[in-house]
C-alpha cells in the first residue's frame, strides 16, 4: 500500500470512528418516497404524487413495469397504473434505488468518471440480483434489485473526499487501493444513517465475505453471486474465484460449473441491467 493510501485510509477511518465524516444523504424525492411507503395508511394517489414531483423518475417506473421483467398484459401508461401493477413496497424499493442515480455526479472528470463506473456496476449487480432472486429464491426480487444498487455505495463519500484533496486526485493508484480497502465499512455505515431494512444493511461488507455461510439464503448472497457473474471473463481479481467453492451458488441451487446458460434467464439478465443503467 502507498504512503499516501495509508494516511488517507487513517484519517478516512478516524473520521468514521468520531462520527465526522459527512456520509451522502438520499435524493430528497427518495426520502419522500419511503416517508409515504412506511405510512400504513397511504394511498396510491399519494405515493403517486411524491413520485411525480421527478418527471424523470417516473418516466423510468412506467419503462420498468412495461419491460419484460414484469410482464403485464396491458401497456401500463402512467404512473397510476404503475403503482397498481407494482404494489406501494415494490414501487417504493424501486424509485429509491432509481433515483440515487443523481447522488453519482461529480466536477472532476477522473472522479466523475468512477462515480459513473460504480453506478454502471452497481445497475448491473442490481439488474442480475433481481433476475437470480426471482428464479431461484422466496425472496423479494424488489429488495434484491435494490441491495444490488447499493453495494458499492460506500465509495461517494471516498470519491467526494478525493475531490478536496488534490494530491489523492493526483494519484489514482493510492485512491484505488483507499476505495478496495474501505468502502465496504462505509457502505454499511451510510445503509445504517439511512435506516436500511436490517435484511439489506451489512450487504457492502457481507457481499465480499466469500466463506460466509448463513442459515438460509439472503440478499448478501444473491448479490455475492450477481457480482462474481459480472465480473466472470474480466481481468478484475475475483473473476478467477473458484465459485464452486462459495456457499452462496449452493445455496441458490446453482452449478458455477455447468457451461450451458439459460438462454432466457440470460436474454432476462441482459434487459434487467438495460432498464435499471
Not at 411525480?52 to 417516473?58: H, I, Y
Not at 397498481?84 to 466536477?107: E, P, S, V
Not at 462505509?186 to 445504517?192: E, M, N, S, W
Amino acid at each position: 500500500m502507498t504512503d499516501l493510501a495509508q494516511r488517507v485510509q487513517e484519517q478516512l477511518m478516524e473520521a468514521i470512528d468520531r462520527d465526522e465524516l459527512v456520509l451522502p444523504t438520499l435524493p430528497e424525492v427518495a426520502l419522500r418516497v419511503r416517508e409515504a411507503a412506511e405510512d400504513p395508511d397511504v394511498s396510491i394517489p399519494h405515493l403517486v404524487r411524491e413520485i411525480s414531483s421527478d418527471a424523470a423518475l417516473s418516466a423510468r417506473l412506467i419503462k420498468v413495469v412495461n419491460s419484460p421483467l414484469l410482464r403485464t398484459r396491458q401497456e401500463i401508461t402512467d404512473l397510476g397504473m404503475a403503482v397498481n401493477r407494482m404494489g406501494i413496497t415494490y414501487t417504493a424499493n424501486l424509485a429509491i434505488g432509481l433515483a440515487m442515480a443523481q447522488m453519482f455526479q461529480a466536477t472532476s472528470d477522473l472522479i466523475d468518471a468512477k462515480m459513473r463506473q460504480v453506478w454502471s456496476r452497481s445497475t448491473e449487480v442490481a439488474g442480475i440480483s433481481h433476475v437470480l432472486c426471482r428464479h431461484y429464491t422466496k425472496l423479494k426480487p424488489d429488495q434484491a434489485t435494490l441491495g444490488g444498487l447499493v453495494h458499492q455505495i460506500g465509495v461517494l463519500p471516498i470519491l467526494s473526499y478525493a475531490e478536496e484533496n488534490e494530491a489523492l486526485l493526483a494519484d489514482e493508484k493510492s485512491l484505488d487501493l483507499v476505495i478496495e480497502r474501505i468502502h465496504p465499512i462505509l457502505g454499511d455505515r451510510i445503509l445504517q444513517a439511512w435506516d436500511f431494512p436490517l435484511p439489506l444493511r451489512h450487504v457492502p461488507t457481507q457481499h465480499l465475505d466469500f466463506k460466509r455461510n448463513s442459515a438460509e439464503v439472503d440478499y448478501a448472497d444473491i448479490i455475492q453471486v450477481a457480482v462474481l457473474q459480472s465480473l466472470a471473463g474480466t481481468d478484475h481479481p475475483c473473476a478467477s474465484i473458484d465459485c464452486g467453492q462459495i456457499p452462496a451458488f449452493t445455496k441458490l441451487g446453482l452449478n458455477p460449473y455447468e457451461d450451458e446458460e439459460d438462454e432466457d434467464l440470460s436474454a432476462e439478465m441482459e434487459a434487467a441491467m438495460q432498464l435499471l443503467g
